[in-house]
């Protein structure tokens, strides 16, 4: 059993997200990023099979997809996707996320 405090993890960075690898084993991984205002983790996507969740912790964005797609995003909202769709997060204000892929890449 392991317990993460996310509070310990509550670092940006002014030039790209701030990325902390919260959990990784064979089953999945488990990362936070921290985004200043206006960053964002561009749209991509793995060719593999397997889930990711994206769970926004704290402040308000949007989810991007394919062909331009948009949803919002804000603090309690989780995305749940395919690892081989389309994806990314564009942060509105400061704005904290956890990331989990299974399988792991």
Do not use: C, W, Y
Not at 20 to 38: C, M, P, Q, T, Y
Not at 49 to 65: D, K, M, R, W
């Amino acid at each position: 059993m392991k317990k993460i405090a996310l509070d310990q993890t509550a670092e940006f960075n002014d030039n790209a997200p701030k990325l902390f690898v919260l959990h990784e084993s064979e089953f999945f991984k488990l990362i936070n990023f921290n985004f200043r205002a206006g960053q964002t983790l561009p749209i991509h996507s793995h060719q593999l099979e397997g889930q990711l969740s994206i769970t926004v912790i704290s402040g308000e964005g949007e989810f991007l997809a394919a062909e331009g797609k948009t949803m919002p995003a804000k603090s309690g909202d989780i995305l749940i996707s395919d690892i081989a769709e389309k994806h990314g997060i564009k942060a509105i204000t400061e704005m904290r996320v956890v990331v989990t892929i299974a399988p792991p890449i």
